[in-house]
């Protein structure tokens, strides 16, 4: 809820406070943003001027101690004796000078509407209120209005900020943050994801400070180089104690956000739109209005923080129409034929997924004329008849016959020179005039701040889906932006915005008015995992990364800020084609449970050992998917980075992850806890039962086989297709409070014999471990 007592501004989650009251010279002062306070007087939160600092600048020339630069302020500007980074740099005709001073507020319930980007939404929360604060400079003729968004249920708030030009002439904006956040420093470490492709989302760690530490991307997408969300904590936080915050923005495209440290200890985040080639005209009258920031705050750790933001995410971020529904398990045929199919083919895989229980089939891409390979037919959307003789609607029928979903791989932002497209309308790609296009993957982006564009992407797509009958959608985007021109704007600077604006209009136009389809987006894997897509899309396809171990950090990195509910994860073929490491299906599935499921395998070649594995995988996997989607995660304590504990669920029934990366010779006794059991209540815990390939144990077969056995010969192989062992039979017992503690694991395998119990890990080894009360079994 928000209150304003008197001028004091008071933003209330259910667990945290964030306040700010105007300075005597009318700027804001940020006072608090943390755990939940009791409204009172807030004199001890106000930075104290007792007498002038040396060196500084003041504000007022009746008040010796009146320096900016050292007090918390909700929204800064330059020239005014803060010498910090400035969250907005706008020429207007008397130079770059912003002296923003309250001059009223308005308080509203629910959200405010953005004029052209999504915002997070208030769904069926009541609790969702609004307040706007407006600020003037009336000598630069500008009006600048905060926006904050209370979001109780899930303690997050958001903000955004809205310039308008008051003044007579046109204002030029070259940088404007949608949220500026001075902090008292607590020893924070700024935690980053970071990456590129297929190393995506991967968590770094630094200290803040003296200086500036600053992520963005430069390629027109949130890009895989730096996630727009990161976190910042004090330093005595864990994953489960401790001051966290995270940061993130509703913004699918060039994002920058920067940390600085103080002399006076004072931490300043800003985050917004990346200003690098950003310039916005504001004529007279005319208002810009930056993406939506998340703000979460908990005092229970990064877990803590991550629950908040995964919240936020299914309650206000997911469309209606996507929020709780459960994600299919899907076969997407990439990775087993890439570009090499027809209609034959593809008829067959989905013959074999529809047996082992997949629920969505995924026509990849390759489907449309001319695509051959990546170099000719993007924007054309014929189907080519050569594949797909009888049409697209014939196939998809068939796969419906099958008890399958249809679902359908698109890439509508790109073009090939190669395609009757770009032969039709060479003017419709993104070009500097004069200079030969930047291809990538050989293609080039649609201009999309031209409305012709977007009515051609909106009808295209539209029909495609409407006579396939897809109701799923596989949307790509190959490559960045490059060559950022458009005849269609005012100024060369607004293109790459405009260009996220406009593709936020197509995709509502598109997929609005179908809520039987289901969006999946996908930017070469992760190269666009952000919020301002989850404002479309139910899911996000993490990474063209399938390995499981490298997986590990890559779902481990998205998990801080976004749920499992929009993760696509995969199991594929081993050895595995981007890095050869080979690892047991068990592992394979084992981490992409935690997120949304499928398979991408050329299931031609599944043994029958590996068809039976894959059966029972995806039985359970339906059994559970309400805990793995939607249930409460948390990372464990990690003794040794070579160990990733994930816990999903828990109350009355969680399911615990327990993957090794590398395993030592005698390992340490691993111990597992489970937290967020009821105490008192008695829990059964029982590993999910798993095959063990003979041919993993090598020449030691031959300890337990009758016959000798040629560890690499043809017999091993083929008794190894059809023969496993059992895996991971280990049960425990115990109350809320003592698996909390911890249970201690069965030994693994040391090389000294062979136990039923003994955990057979080895490198890459797993476990999943399925927590149920004991009182209701
Ligand atoms: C990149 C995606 O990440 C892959 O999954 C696949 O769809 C290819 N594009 C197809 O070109």
Redesign the pocket.
């Known amino acids: 809820m928000i209150e304003v007592r008197g001028d004091l501004f008071l933003l209330a989650t259910r667990s945290t406070s964030y306040w700010f009251a105007p300075t005597p010279h009318g700027h804001l002062e940020h006072l608090h943003y943390g755990p939940s306070l009791p409204a009172q007087d807030p004199a001890a939160l106000r930075v104290k001027r007792d007498l002038p600092h040396g060196s500084s600048v003041v504000y007022s020339p009746d008040d010796a101690t009146s320096s900016l630069d050292a007090v918390p302020l909700e929204f800064s500007g330059i020239g005014q004796g803060d010498y910090r980074l400035s969250p907005i740099e706008v020429a207007h005709p008397l130079g770059f000078d912003t002296d923003f001073v309250y001059a009223g507020h308005r308080l509203f319930d629910g959200t405010a509407p953005h004029p052209t980007l999504p915002v997070a939404e208030a769904g069926e929360q009541p609790d969702v209120q609004s307040l706007e604060v407006t600020l003037v400079d009336a000598l630069a003729g500008l009006e600048l209005t905060l926006v904050y968004t209370v979001f109780a249920d899930v303690d997050v708030i958001t903000r955004r900020t809205r310039l308008r030009n008051t003044g007579a002439a046109t204002v030029e904006l070259a940088k404007l943050a949608s949220v500026q956040l001075d902090l008292p420093d607590r020893g924070f470490t700024i935690r980053t994801f970071d990456g590129g492709w297929i190393h995506e989302a991967h968590a770094h760690d630094r200290t803040v400070s003296s200086g500036v530490f600053s992520i963005g991307s430069t390629t027109g997408a949130s890009s895989n180089r730096h996630n727009p969300g990161f976190l910042l904590f004090a330093d005595d936080a864990t994953e489960d104690s401790g001051w966290a915050y995270g940061v993130n923005l509703v913004y699918s495209g060039g994002h920058a956000s920067s940390v600085e440290r103080d002399a006076h200890g004072s931490v300043r985040v800003l985050s917004g739109i990346q200003p690098q080639g950003f310039r916005w005209p504001l004529f007279p009258g005319e208002a810009f209005e930056t993406p939506e920031a998340v703000l979460a705050f908990s005092a229970e750790g990064l877990n803590g923080l991550s629950d908040r933001m995964h919240r936020f995410v299914n309650a206000h971020i997911t469309p209606a129409r996507y929020r709780g529904l459960p994600r299919p398990v899907v076969y ?1 045929s ?2 087993a034929t ?1 570009f090499d199919f027809d209609e034959k083919r593809q008829l067959s895989l989905a013959r074999q997924a529809a047996k082992l229980g997949v629920e969505l089939f995924v026509i ?3 489907w449309f004329v001319g695509r051959d390979d ?1 170099t000719a037919g993007l924007g054309d959307y014929t189907v080519d008849a050569k594949k797909f003789p009888s049409g697209l609607r014939a196939f998809t029928r068939k796969v419906e016959k099958l008890g399958m979903r249809a679902g359908l ?1 698109v ?1 509508p932002e790109m073009v090939n020179e190669r395609s009757e497209l770009a032969r039709a309308h060479p003017e419709w790609m993104l070009r500097v005039p004069g200079k030969a296009p930047r291809e990538g ?1 050989h293609q080039q982006v649609l201009d999309l701040c031209n409305p012709d564009v977007s009515d051609y992407l909106v009808e295209q797509v539209g029909r495609t889906i409407d006579e396939g009958g897809f109701t799923y959608v ?1 949307w ?1 985007m ?1 490559r960045h932006l490059a060559d950022v021109y458009s005849p269609h704007v005012a100024h060369p600077g607004m293109t790459a915005h405009r260009y996220v604006e406009n593709l936020s209009a197509v995709l509502e136009r598109i997929f609005a008015p179908r809520p039987h389809v289901l969006l999946e987006m ?4 992760g190269n666009r995992f952000d919020l301002g897509m989850l404002r479309f899309a139910a899911t996000i ?1 993490a ?2 990364d399938t390995d499981p171990i490298e997986r590990l950090e890559i779902q481990q990195g998205l998990s801080y800020l976004y749920p499992l509910s929009t993760i696509s994860a995969h199991v594929s073929a081993s050895p595995h084609q981007q890095t050869l490491r080979d690892t047991p299906l068990s592992t394979r599935f084992n981490v992409a449970a935690f997120g949304c499921l499928g398979y ?1 395998y050329d299931l031609d070649f599944l043994s029958a050992e590996e068809r039976r594995e894959i059966t029972d995988q995806i039985a359970f996997y339906q059994a559970h998917r309400a805990l793995f989607q939607f249930g409460r995660f948390r990372r464990g304590a990690r003794p040794r980075p070579d160990r990733f504990v994930w816990q999903v669920g828990d109350g009355d029934a969680a399911i615990v992850g327990n993957v090794q990366r590398g395993v030592r010779a005698a390992p340490e006794r691993d111990v597992l806890p489970i937290v967020g059991l009821h105490p008192g209540i008695p829990y059964r815990v029982v590993a999910k039962p798993q095959r063990l390939a003979l041919d993993r144990l090598g020449h030691l077969v031959n300890h337990v086989s009758p016959v000798k056995l040629d560890p690499s010969g043809l017999v091993m192989n083929v008794v190894s297709k059809h023969r496993s062992l059992p895996d991971a039979v280990e049960e425990y017992r115990g109350t809320g409070e003592l698996l909390a503690a911890g249970i201690r694991l069965h030994m693994q395998f040391a090389g000294t014999g062979h136990a039923a119990t003994l955990r057979m890990l080895g490198d890459f080894g797993s476990t999943l471990y399925v927590v149920t009360r004991e009182d209701e079994a």
């Not at 996908?522 to 894997?525: D, L, R, Y």
Request: include cysteine.
């Open positions: 997407n990439w990775e890439y990849d891409d390759g990546d791989w890439e993957r596989k790509d190959n996908c930017s070469s894997g396809w990474s063209d991408e």
